[in-house]
């Protein structure tokens, strides 16, 4: 008896587990505008709903990335890389294909209005002559 039931509770936790986990993998590529691959760019799977983080990635040297293990539901893919705009996917199934094939990250090109340099005199100056002079 006590046999039978633990092959129940078994048989029971395995399919609550494999219901749980998405066996597929979501993967995919990011380049730039020239159409080559960045490195390292930070690849987040987030819950549609509220945005929260569910797993992460980087990208290899090929801009390739793979995301393995997740519970199934509603989900939107986020790539940013310094110096890029931040991508963000529609919103998708994970019961859907999970490719992400060539993601275009966009250069961030902050002008900036105006800079001013400017230079001070110390109060404290010491020279050759081992004086101090006070401005």
Known sequence: ???????????????????????????????????????FVNVLLLNAIDSSLVKGSITNKKGDFEIFNFPAGEYRIECSQIGFLKYYSDKFNSSSPLSFDNIILKENSNVLQEVEITNKRPFIELSEHITVNIC
């Open 1 to 39: 008896m006590k046999k039978t039931a633990f092959l129940g509770y078994l048989s029971f936790y395995s399919i609550v587990v494999s219901g749980q986990t998405n066996t597929e993998a979501i993967k995919g590529n990011v380049k730039d505008e020239k159409k080559q691959p960045i490195e």
